[in-house]
């Protein structure tokens, strides 16, 4: 190899910022750097286009519940008036077709080395660069380091004994074949009944020729109720579109609601009852998200919402023995765990063709060759379908064996849980940001809208340092500990932290408890992220270091 040579590769592996995924938030965060900033920026992405989590989650009957006119990129006008969705609550391909328009409209896939996975990430204290590794054996720099690696982006597999010995077909609903699954004809299992699996059940009922659900905790899934979206009904939404998104900034979720009514035990039970059927009627995260404030901050309050889904539960499955166990156990708080949204889901155990079994009281025992065998009975399949959701928010951050300061790993500096400064940053890790990372909004504010605000606090960070002629920014310990118990302070006034969910880890064994999500609602968090900066970027160290080249 020449010395030409060398210098060109150094030249086109030396960047001013690496990017990790192109997902919503990739995507915009690579379009801010280059085409705002003017940086020499790319994205890295595992999946073989853009998308993230729209790449990846292909099963059957994936779709976004929330509707899609809301659960989309709000920066641009143009963009925002000049797509069309055909539904309600657009469809995973819909989706992916969206953000492969977006990738082509601001002309980002030439910035994108696509089918490659980031394996490691050192911070070098000498040149101040981040140094990463990819899995092509190529190596590359960069001065800023933005994850845009998503909550929900690493499989949760579970530690099923025989798990490898089975010699059908294991499906993931996470890593689903692009070119489809045929289920015709085949016994199919599916262990799971969280969102991705209500999603996922009905339409694998009507195609299989049996289906065996495999539940270990029921769900309360509340009906979407998706529905063709009309050229003149959306024209309409796009006039207002300005008002509309600060309406969702407005809301807790970042989903506009109008009606949400200040507490559900002040109402009569009248009131109440009616309430509720209006926001059933209404579909998607109404009920959820949109009937009553303290919903899910009061037990009393969230009894009355439980009790009704219950009964709505109840209502929609013909065989009372099979309803009985479809409905959640009197201890379950609704809503604590993420609402799924359902489509024919409690119809389809109406079928002849479907059984359910309840794994509290019939266990799995093990998966064999020939099927899943739980305490009573073995249970002969063609296909298993995992539907075990994910190692939210650290798996995929941790798979890229991030190194910062004097070599410490991120999952050292974070063994008793997430430690960042508002989902942003973490201390020791130098101009490392974490699109909606943990103890952020993320998942339980409108994800396109949290990540837009992140990947703007990101971009005026980066753009705020070089007018100050500052190199790093870092966050300091003490400001991730004050954060850390803000988040965990405003999440046990509510419900959420009591019950097993992801949102605190709870799914995978050995993680540790911390509720990850900042549950104070967007709009005040962005008022602190907007406070921080106001205060000359409180929290956070700044520097510049004679050592790092100029940019
Ligand atoms: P979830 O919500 O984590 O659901 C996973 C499901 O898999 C849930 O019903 C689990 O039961 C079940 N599960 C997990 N491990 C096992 C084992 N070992 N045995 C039996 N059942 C098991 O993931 P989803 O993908 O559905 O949804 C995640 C998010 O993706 C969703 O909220 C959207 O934001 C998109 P458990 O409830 O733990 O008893």
Redesign the pocket.
């Known amino acids: 190899m020449t010395n030409k040579k060398n210098i060109a590769d150094q030249a086109t592996n030396d960047f001013d910022a690496v990017v990790v995924g192109a997902g919503f938030a990739g995507l915009y965060m690579l379009h801010l750097l280059r085409d705002k900033l003017g940086l020499h920026a790319t994205a890295i992405e595992a999946g073989g286009g853009v998308g993230g989590t729209w790449y990846w989650n292909r099963y059957p009957g994936a779709r976004c519940d929330i509707p899609s006119m809301d659960y989309s990129y709000s920066f641009s006008d143009e963009l925002q008036q000049e797509w069309e969705w055909s539904e309600k609550y657009a469809s995973q391909p819909e989706i992916l077709a969206y953000l492969e328009f977006v990738a082509k409209k601001f002309d980002l896939n030439k910035d994108i080395r696509f089918s490659t996975r980031v394996i490691g990430a050192d911070y070098n204290e000498t040149d101040h660069r981040w140094h990463l590794s990819t899995d092509d054996g190529k190596a590359l720099t960069a001065r800023f380091l933005i994850s845009g690696v998503g909550a929900?982006s690493t499989a949760?597999v579970?530690?099923?004994e025989g798990i490898d010995s089975f010699e059908g077909q294991s499906l993931n609903?996470s890593s689903w074949p692009g070119e489809g699954a045929d289920l015709a004809g085949k016994r199919v299992g599916i262990?799971?009944?969280?969102?991705?699996?209500v999603q996922v059940i009905p339409i694998v009922a009507e195609e299989a020729a049996h289906l065996t659900v495999?539940?270990?905790?029921p769900?309360f899934a509340a009906p979407l109720l998706n529905r063709p979206l009309g050229r003149e009904e959306q024209n309409e939404i796009k006039a207002r579109y300005k008002q509309i998104r600060e309406d969702s900034w407005n809301a807790f979720a970042g989903v506009p609601f109008y009606n949400v009514r200040p507490s559900a035990i002040a109402d009569t039970p009248e009131q109440r009852r009616e309430h509720y059927e209006d926001c059933w009627n209404e579909g998607g995260f109404s009920l959820w998200l949109g009937s009553y404030e303290d919903l899910l901050l009061d037990k009393a309050a969230n009894d009355t919402a439980g009790a009704f889904v219950r009964e709505k539960i109840r209502e929609q499955v013909k065989d009372p023995e099979v309803a009985a166990k479809l409905v959640p156990a009197p201890e379950l708080n609704y809503g604590t765990?993420?609402q799924p949204c359902e489509t024919g889901y409690y119809e389809a155990y109406n079928r002849d063709n479907v059984t359910l079994i309840d794994?509290k009281a019939d266990p799995?025992q093990e998966i064999t060759p020939a099927g899943i065998r739980t305490k009573s009975a073995t249970h002969q399949l063609d296909v298993i379908i995992y539907?075990?959701?994910?190692d939210a928010f650290t798996g995929s951050l941790y798979r890229m064996n991030i190194r910062g300061r004097e070599g410490k790993r991120l999952q050292d500096h974070w063994s008793a849980g997430p430690r960042t400064h508002l989902g942003l940053m973490t201390a020791g890790f130098p101009n490392f940001f974490t699109v909606t990372g943990p103890l952020s909004p993320s998942?339980l504010f409108n994800m396109p809208l949290s990540i837009e605000q992140h990947c703007e606090w990101i971009a005026d960070c980066i753009a705020y340092l070089r007018e100050h002629h500052l190199d790093t920014i870092e966050t300091m310990r003490e400001a991730e500990d004050k954060w850390i118990t803000h988040v965990k302070e405003v999440a046990d006034s509510t419900l959420l932290p009591a019950a097993?969910s992801?949102y605190l880890g709870a799914?995978i064994k050995g993680k540790p408890r911390v509720f990850m999500v900042y549950l104070g609602g967007g709009k005040l968090y962005k008022e602190i992220c907007e406070d921080v900066v106001a205060k000359g970027y409180e929290g956070f160290t700044l520097t510049a270091t004679s050592q790092t080249r100029a940019q």
Do not use: H
């Open positions: 929900l949760a579970p530690d099923i609903t262990i799971g009944t969280g969102a991705t699996a495999f539940q270990r905790t769900p765990k993420r794994l799995i539907a075990t959701g994910f998942v097993e992801w799914n």
